[in-house]
């Protein structure tokens, strides 16, 4: 019992392989969405798998039961009961979904699948090699095909689904039904938003598309998915998946990439978490225990959910791999569909591969867009092959991910300190009550305008001031570059100020220019939150207590933007807020504990490190 785009075409193929001569029609055609919630809800899965019917004489006797488009010309006599009762099932459960009724329980016979044409085994060879590892839309296949230079020489569809009867190929609807009135995209998981709606492909009022995936291809009730789990193959000379780097690693990075790749040899699927310090290469950490997989002749995708890094990372892992095929995928890439051992990609593209990679490893996995998006993180899951092993990179855990190490889930590896060897700049909390926006007004308090003066020419360092909002970033620039104009500032030739924000048009220029030393003061959002490393800066959040932005993990991304560098290691960070937020506590907390670990472990120069009090009233 199955479903069918072409009911002779499996007729055919069913009497080649099994000497079937006859096929009943239980239904018209219908949208596949529809066709395979029917099938499900009137066989077993032992009918699902060809299994015989009790009722059937013998194994080979008795039809083969599949919807299509109804032709036909007489009942089976030996199936005649078996046939009627799944005619008045899949009539009942058509009647739950609203379908019209019809005239079913015909049979087609072998004299009329004469002109059906089955695929060659060069067509098949062809498309399983195009479409292993990955889940595609018939489009998409095509230019996996073409990407390839393989040409079918029969129906791509035809050929998909005799390879779905062989057992080989994954077909689905990519939206499903879950009950009449709950639907599921299978693309990309999503359930709440998926609705009927009129199709201009089927003309069904009745179908319904997801519009949580729609940027990658449209996910439709009528409209099948396919997939085959990833066959890695042997790369030619394993011996050459070495990893090449131009320096030695740090005795952190050392330690951290020893119990990674451990990690790696357990059997059996598995998640660990690398919890690193900012700036203190986790990148590198993974590199063995990638080495280690490809060298087994499996596949690594190596998931980052920003563009700019994946475009920034290509290079550095082409170097790091010579010999290893290496793609870069995100939007606006091209040859999305060419073989690779090696992907780097955001982690939206990870929605095209099933069963791939053995190991996944997914970089700031605490980032938008991947933190809080079900949709990507049910991408990942199904990227990776059933035994695959997920590596995750972070500095800033999120708070589940973090529980479910503590709790012995996940793997937790530290690599708690920088390669200079000094410990992480450890924020200071300011309660500032009078740094407060009251009627389209803003005077900046002297405690911040202190901490200023003593950044840039006390310390000479430049310094970062983040705010919660883009008027913020405006009102306090605008301030600033007053205040700084007047002592205890001295006279500057230029301007002391900038800010920045993601509506600004110039802010890629400001944050060159800013890197460059140019000025010394630059206000700006979280835009600048990661990917960014001045040689000679502090750090300075304010209105720090509007936790709904300064959550935990970005006071500490923010906080390590400082002693980044063996120029400066020792930066300054202040939160300066009306209050102490759990957030502020919390990320002074996290980077007490890597500086503690650190310090255990030996990592850091002697005599660098001691606590000091995190709380000051300004």
């Known amino acids: 019992m199955e479903l069918s785009h072409d009911p002779l ?35 077993t899965a032992r009918e699902r798998q060809g299994q015989p019917f009790a009722q059937l004489p013998a194994a080979n006797s008795g039809p083969v039961i599949r919807w299509a488009a109804g032709w036909g010309r007489r009942i089976l006599p030996g199936a005649e009961a078996v046939v009627q009762a799944k005619l008045r099932m899949v009539t009942r459960e058509a009647h739950r979904l609203g379908l019209p009724s019809w005239e079913g329980g015909e049979v087609v016979g072998l004299a009329e699948a004469g002109a059906a044409s089955l695929p060659g085994e060069g067509d098949l060879k062809a498309v399983r090699e195009a479409l292993a590892g990955r889940i595609l839309y018939l489009p998409e296949l095509e230019l996996a095909l073409n990407e390839g230079g393989r040409f079918p020489g029969v129906s791509l569809e035809n050929t998909l689904q005799v390879l779905h009867l062989m057992g080989e190929c994954t077909r689905w609807p990519s939206v499903v039904f879950r009950s009449p009135s709950q639907r599921q995209c299978l693309r990309c998981g999503e359930t709440q938003q998926v609705e009927p709606a009129y199709c201009m492909d089927c003309g069904s009022p009745r179908c319904a598309y997801c519009p949580s995936c729609a940027m990658m291809g449209e996910s439709r009730l009528c409209r099948p998915i396919y997939a085959i789990p990833g066959r890695p193959a042997q790369p030619d000379n394993p011996a050459a998946v070495q990893v090449h780097l131009d320096f030695a690693l740090t005795p952190a990075q050392r330690d951290a990439a020893a119990a990674v790749r451990r990690f790696i040899h357990r059997e059996g699927p598995g998640e660990c978490l690398v919890w690193a310090a900012c700036g203190a290469g986790k990148t590198e950490v993974a590199l063995g225990a990638m080495a280690e997989v490809l060298q087994r002749g499996g596949c690594v995708l190596f ?43 955001t982690t939206h593209q990870a929605i095209r591969f099933f069963r791939q990679f053995p190991l996944v490893v997914m970089d700031e996995v605490d980032a938008f867009p991947y933190q809080g998006s079900e ?112 002592p205890p500032f001295n006279h500057f030739t230029g301007d002391w100020v900038y800010s920045s924000h993601s509506r600004d048009p110039d802010r890629e220029r400001k944050r060159e220019r800013f890197c460059r030393g140019e000025f010394p003061i630059l206000v700006t959002t979280t835009i600048m939150e990661r990917g960014i490393t001045v040689p000679r800066v502090n750090v300075l959040v304010l209105f720090a207590e509007q936790d709904r932005v300064f959550d935990e993990g970005t006071l500490v991304q923010v906080a390590g933007r400082a002693g980044r560098t063996q120029e400066y290691p020792g930066g300054r960070v202040w939160f300066v807020g009306s209050r102490v937020t759990a957030a502020m506590a919390g990320a002074v907390e996290k980077v007490r504990a890597l500086n503690r670990e650190a310090y255990q472990r030996g990592y850091l120069l002697p005599g660098y490190y001691l606590e000091k009090p995190a709380w000051v009233e300004g």
């Open 303 to 345: 998931a980052i959910p920003r563009r700019d890094v994946v475009q920034e990372l290509e290079p550095r892992l082409k170097a790091a791999f010579p010999g290893v095929r290496v793609q870069a995928l995100y939007g606006g890439s091209r040859e999305k569909y060419r073989d690779a051992e090696l992907v780097v990609a």
């Open 375 to 486: 949709m990507l993180h049910y991408a990942v899951e199904r990227a990776r092959a059933s035994d695959g092993k997920v590596l995750y990179l972070t500095a800033t855990p999120h708070r589940e991910l973090f529980s479910r190490a503590h709790r012995g889930q996940v793997e937790l590896v530290y690599l708690p300190a920088r390669p200079h060897g000094h410990p992480l700049p450890e924020p200071q909390v300011v309660v500032e009550r009078s740094l407060q926006l009251k009627e389209g007004r803003l005077q900046i308090p002297e405690t911040v305008l202190n901490l200023l003066h003593q950044s840039v020419e006390g310390d000479l360092a430049q310094v970062f001031v983040f705010v919660p909002a883009i008027h913020l970033a405006q009102r306090v620039g605008e301030a600033l570059r007053d205040a700084t104009a007047m």
């Open 9 to 43: 075409l499996d007729l055919k193929f069913l009497a080649r392989e099994n000497g079937y001569q006859q096929l009943a029609l239980l239904s018209s055609s219908l949208p596949i969405g529809e066709a395979a919630y029917l099938l499900e809800m009137i066989t």
